[in-house]
C-alpha cells in the first residue's frame, strides 16, 4: 500500500499561518485530497486534486504539491480550524490510503 | 442533497459477525457515477479504509482485512452492507459509510455518514 506520513501535531497562534505536511514517495506525481475532523465528527473534504477548494470552505485553505511532499496551509488560523486533518491519496496504480493524521492546535 | 445513514448493531460480542448497513437518500446507489465505501476510526486513532463496492457488485477490499470482509449492495433498498467476521477488540471503532467521487484520475470521499460506533465486548 501507499505510505502517507503526516506529523502528529502542529500547533499555531491564532492570525498566524499553519502548515501541514503529507508525505509520500513522488506524492507530486498522485493527486492528494485533504479532510477536516472535528471531534464527534465524521471528516469534511477541505481540499481536493492538490489545491482545489469545495463551495462553502474558506479560501484561507491552500493546498500544495510536489516531489515528495503536499502541504495544506491554513491562512489566518481561527479557533474554529482546530481539529484533526487527514491527507489521502488513490488512484488506478496505487490503492486507498490515508495520512495518520495531524492534530492542529491553535494557542 | 445526498445523505448516508449507518444502521446496525452497536455492540458485538469477541468472535462474531459485525453487520451495518448504509442507506443512501437523495441519490441513487444505480447512477454508476460512484463508489460506495466503508471507513472506520477506532478510538483516538485514524482512518483506515476498509474497502469499497460498485453498483455492479465489484468489489475491493483492504489486504488487512481482506480475510474477514464481506461489502454488497442491494440497489432495490438503494443500500449497501459491510459484515466484518471473527471480530475482536481491535475491530472496536466508529464505522463510516461514504460515497466515493471519481475524477481526473483519482479518486475521493465527498460525502461521509455520520459514523457509527461499534463496540466489541462480551
Known amino acids: 500500500s501507499y505510505v502517507l506520513t503526516q506529523p502528529p501535531s502542529v500547533s499555531v497562534a491564532p492570525g498566524k499561518t499553519a502548515r501541514i505536511t503529507c508525505g509520500g514517495n513522488?506524492?507530486?506525481?498522485?493527486?492528494v485530497h485533504w479532510y477536516q475532523q472535528k471531534p464527534g465528527q465524521a471528516p469534511v473534504l477541505v481540499i481536493y486534486?492538490?489545491?482545489d477548494r469545495p463551495s462553502g470552505i474558506p479560501e484561507r485553505f491552500s493546498g500544495s504539491n510536489s516531489g515528495n511532499t503536499a502541504t495544506l496551509t491554513i491562512s489566518r488560523v481561527e479557533a474554529g480550524d482546530e481539529a484533526d486533518y487527514y491527507c489521502?491519496?488513490?488512484?488506478?496504480?496505487?490503492?486507498?490510503?490515508f495520512g495518520g493524521g495531524t492534530k492542529l492546535t491553535v494557542l | 442533497q445526498v445523505q448516508l445513514q449507518e444502521s446496525g448493531p452497536g455492540l458485538v460480542k469477541p468472535s462474531q459477525t459485525l453487520s451495518l448497513t448504509c442507506t443512501v437518500s437523495?441519490?441513487?446507489?444505480?447512477?454508476?457515477?460512484?463508489?460506495w465505501s466503508w471507513i472506520r476510526q477506532p478510538p483516538g486513532k485514524g482512518l483506515e479504509w476498509i474497502g469499497y463496492?460498485?453498483?455492479?457488485?465489484?468489489?475491493y477490499y483492504n489486504p488487512s482485512l481482506k480475510s474477514r470482509v464481506t461489502i454488497s449492495v442491494d440497489t432495490s433498498k438503494n443500500q449497501f452492507s459491510l459484515k466484518l467476521s471473527s471480530v475482536t477488540a481491535a475491530d472496536t471503532a466508529v464505522y463510516y459509510c461514504?460515497?466515493?467521487?471519481?475524477?481526473?484520475?483519482?479518486?475521493?470521499?465527498?460525502?461521509w455518514g455520520q459514523g457509527t460506533l461499534v463496540t466489541v465486548s462480551s
Open positions: 461514504a460515497r466515493v467521487n471519481y475524477g481526473s484520475g483519482s479518486y475521493l470521499v465527498d460525502y
Open positions: 437523495g441519490g441513487s446507489i444505480s447512477s454508476g457515477d460512484y463508489y
Open positions: 463496492i460498485y453498483y455492479s457488485g465489484s468489489t
Open positions: 513522488n506524492i507530486g506525481s498522485k493527486s
Open positions: 486534486y492538490d489545491s
Open positions: 489521502q491519496v488513490w488512484d488506478s496504480s496505487s490503492d486507498p490510503s
